[in-house]
């Protein structure tokens, strides 16, 4: 409920109506208003845990502005102290006394930080493993879980208490329960703090080292000698691009091996039985030894790439994260691989007629081994509502291209459209994972559409596709794969998502929202050549609906022959293929 009302307020309106709170609460403090006070120091408390819960972005703006957490808990236990002197008047020594109890607390926090920081420093991540036992590496004890969070500032938050207190004593005139709530914050820190210094005492001379670390992992790699190495080196935000050659790398005959540069990413990487090693630090990557690996795998194109690129002993494949017609699909960059391979004549094609300089014999087409697990239907399901799976693209680094993503001209009239069909429909909304990331209108646009789903009823945190009702998917789960098994109607954008969907030879639709004429369209974007082609005004959904409702499908020959052109034949299939190139870089 909070999260679908926060929607509707801007990134810039949450901070600010939370600044509001603190705000009210050092002038009410000041004035002696207990009422108003009470009132806002509540928001307050329940506003930091709601943007925690469902607005980081304005957490992360108001850091960036220099309104950090720290200042708003200085702010909070300051209005605490003018709150208890206007309404109390305590003497000299019981005002010392206020301005103490959260002094206190600060300081054990800082200096329990200062520890913890120390403490870090005799176990340093030079490296993380995932499916890897690295034997027995002695690591200097660490401090309990729970006071993770309580840390240098954080510490803080146990001041909390006092805003309770100084209320009650501000009624009853009479400072004791401030006194008391100021003695347990205390102790609280006092207990974390003395939990922290101990622990850096025990350890006191012990600790793993940096080379420590290192030494094991390649200690791991000789013994475990892989063949194979998935490599990704980009942020967080695009691991679903290293994801989705897990499941073909682990089906291998080779042995595999996942090696990734960012802690973020390998924190939110899916599941995996591979081998996985990351090595943020491009000195330390670039001393392992990796002779044994004779085939490596990019998902991207990023900077980072060089320090595995730089490896002469193994053959460097390219291998993206989806063909599509998109520019991005004919990168230049390509060029610095041994091999680029794509899904069938499709991409073959694209690369010649770009020119970018990857020669033909450089390219494999190799299928999509991922689509192994997309149904082949053909007439629409009977057992579930009529589903249609509206998966949008970003709108990528370009102001001026609309084929990057239909969301920001014509989403809100999509899905305004699937929403009224009669008969109704089930509508999946999955935007792309980066919808919104530079552009503010298309968030804006995503936003309401959220927004719209949800007053129809819809789950708009979906994680998982049973039951009738439409569905807003955000998240890892459900995947791409598992939308498409239980869509009857595809629309979507020029993307990589149109080609894999081709492989259920289902219908789909491309937006086309700039009105370029129809024959133009499909010779400009290859992989609309079986689709059903959408306009700005949505004026043809509903013969669409209408259409591939009834199972009376022109394009199903069409979308045959495109199947072949885009993803390759089906024997031998795409895994199949996939082992056989392997194997040939291997030997």
């Not at 129809?456 to 998982?464: K, N, R």
Request: hydrophobic content about 45%.
């Amino acid at each position: 409920m909070f999260g679908t009302l926060l929607q509707r307020l801007g990134v810039p309106a949450r901070g600010a109506l939370l600044l509001l709170c603190y705000f009210v609460m050092l002038v009410t403090g000041a004035l002696g208003w207990v009422g108003a006070f009470a009132v806002a120091g509540v928001a307050a408390v329940a506003g930091e845990f709601i943007l925690n819960r469902w607005s980081n972005p304005s957490r992360v703006l108001l850091d960036k502005v220099g309104l950090s957490r720290v200042y708003r808990q200085l702010a909070r236990d300051l209005s605490v102290v003018l709150l208890a002197v206007a309404t109390v008047s305590p003497g000299i020594g019981e005002t010392i006394v206020l301005l103490l109890l959260p002094a206190v607390v600060w300081t054990v926090g800082v200096f329990a930080g200062a520890f913890s920081r120390m403490i870090n420093r005799r176990n340093p991540v030079s490296a993380l493993v995932r499916n890897i036992d690295l034997g027995p590496i002695r690591e200097a004890p660490r401090p309990p879980v729970w006071t993770t969070g309580l840390m240098g500032s954080g510490m803080a938050q146990v001041n909390i208490l006092l805003v309770p207190a100084v209320v009650i004593a501000a009624l009853i005139g009479d400072l004791v329960p401030v006194f008391i709530a100021g003695t347990l914050t205390i102790g609280a820190a006092a207990l974390v703090g003395g939990f922290v210094a101990l622990t850096w005492l025990r350890g006191r001379g012990q600790g793993t080292g940096k080379s420590a670390v290192l030494a094991a992992v390649q200690t791991w790699l000789d013994a475990y000698q892989p063949q194979v190495a998935l490599y990704f080196a980009g942020p967080a935000k695009d691991v679903y691009q290293a994801n989705m050659w897990l499941a073909p790398t682990e089906a291998l005959d080779q042995r595999g091996v996942v090696l990734m540069r960012s802690k973020e990413a390998f924190l939110e990487m899916a599941d995996t039985r591979l081998p996985v090693i990351c090595v943020p630090t491009s000195v330390d990557f670039m001393n392992l030894e990796l002779g044994s690996i004779r085939a490596s795998l990019y998902a991207a194109n990023v900077g980072a790439n060089i320090h595995m690129l730089r490896e002469p002993g193994m053959k460097h494949v390219f291998v993206g994260h989806g063909d599509s017609d998109k520019q991005a699909s004919v990168n230049p960059y390509s060029k610095v691989y041994d091999e680029v391979w794509v899904a069938g004549l499709a991409g073959r094609e694209r690369y010649a007629r770009a020119g970018v300089g990857v020669l033909d014999a450089d390219i494999v087409e190799i299928g999509r081994p991922q689509l192994a697990g997309v149904h082949t239907f053909g007439a629409p399901a009977t057992d579930r509502p009529f589903t249609v799976l509206y998966a949008p693209t970003w709108e990528g680094w370009l102001d001026d291209d609309p084929y990057h993503t239909s969301l920001t001209a014509m989403g809100e009239r999509i899905v305004k459209g699937l929403l009224k069909a009669q008969p109704g429909v089930r509508l999946i909304y999955k935007p792309h994972p980066l919808t919104g990331a530079r552009s503010k209108e298309t968030k804006a646009v995503h936003d309401r559409v959220v927004a719209r789903i949800a007053a129809a009823g819809g789950d708009i945190a979906a994680t998982s596709l049973d039951g009738p009702g439409h569905r807003v998917v955000t998240g890892r789960v459900p995947a791409l794969f598992d939308c498409f098994n239980q869509t009857d109607l595809l629309i979507s954008d020029v993307s990589s998502v149109v080609s894999d969907f081709v492989q259920s030879q289902r219908p789909y639709v491309v937006a086309n929202p700039s009105g370029l004429p129809e024959d133009d369209f499909r010779v400009k974007f290859p992989t609309a050549r079986a689709a059903y082609l959408l306009s700005q005004d949505c004026g043809e959904l509903e013969k669409i609906l209408s259409l591939t409702r009834a199972g009376d499908d022109p394009l199903t020959e069409a979308r045959r022959d495109l199947k072949t052109y885009l993803l390759g034949p089906d024997d031998p299939n795409a895994m199949e293929r996939f082992r056989e190139e392997i194997t040939r870089l291997c030997h």
